[in-house]
């Protein structure tokens, strides 16, 4: 059963500082990885989407990273604003008999000005 | 971007009555939708994988006669919660799109149990 683990599980910065956020998963035998935003009592919004065979992608101030054979995604994000204060949840894509999203927890970022 | 609702954004009721929360996909069809729930501080859980036309699939543990699921057209998917009880107090949220990486997810009904 894949397992998804996210690190910190909440995290406040000052305005300006770069972060990274953490995630890991049990089984390496996955689809894509993608890092979602999640704001209070709200939906979630994709951020990053990578491909198994991708290492990395990068959306203005995010950058994502990949590495499948060790289980492990991080989120970058520079020079972090106060707009960035939400809950960033990493979900990995499997394929049986679906497909299927499994999420860790998230970590909920605080970014004070 | 696409869009998708749900309906109500919460509700409350008593112990023992039925919920249904509508998700719809405004400007776009879709033969699959997904229903996740997820607890306070918890990730979100697929509960199942609602197709047009057939019978929804759940996922293990997830019981399919407390949670009907009915996808009667190609832009709503209903899910009832029957005699709800506390313990089914969540946030229900559902997914719809394309592609399972494609997917646009609804704000998510809050659902409270007395």
């Known amino acids: 059963k894949q397992e998804v683990t996210q690190i910190p599980a909440a995290l406040s910065v000052p305005e300006g500082e770069n972060l990274v956020l953490n995630c890991s998963f049990t089984?390496?035998?996955?689809?894509?990885l993608q890092w979602f935003r999640q704001d209070p009592g709200k939906g979630l919004t994709s951020l990053l989407l990578?491909?198994?065979?991708?290492r990395e992608q990068t959306s203005g101030r995010l950058n994502a990273s990949l590495d499948k054979s060790s289980g492990r995604s991080t989120l970058y994000i520079a020079a972090s604003q106060p707009g960035d204060s939400a809950t960033y949840l990493c979900?990995?894509?499997?394929?049986?008999?679906?497909?299927?999203?499994?999420f860790g927890k998230g970590t909920l970022l605080t970014v004070n000005p | 971007g696409a869009v998708v609702s749900q309906h109500p954004s919460w509700v409350i009721c008593k112990s023992g009555t039925s919920v249904k929360i509508e998700c719809r996909s405004l400007d776009f069809q879709a033969t699959t939708m997904f229903w996740y729930r997820q607890f306070p501080k918890q990730s979100l859980m697929l509960m199942a994988t609602s197709n047009e036309g057939s019978k929804a699939t759940y996922e293990q543990g997830v019981e399919k006669d407390k949670f009907l699921i009915n996808h009667a057209s190609l832009t709503l998917s209903t899910l009832t919660v029957t005699s709800a009880h506390p313990e089914d107090s969540s946030f229900y949220i559902c997914?719809?799109?394309?592609?399972?990486?494609?997917?646009?997810f609804g704000p998510g009904t809050r659902l409270t149990v007395l």
């Open positions: 990578i491909q198994s065979s991708q």
């Open positions: 979900a990995v894509i499997t394929r049986g008999s679906n497909y299927k999203l499994t």
């Open positions: 089984d390496s035998a996955i689809y894509n």
């Open positions: 997914s719809a799109g394309g592609r399972i990486d494609e997917q646009f």
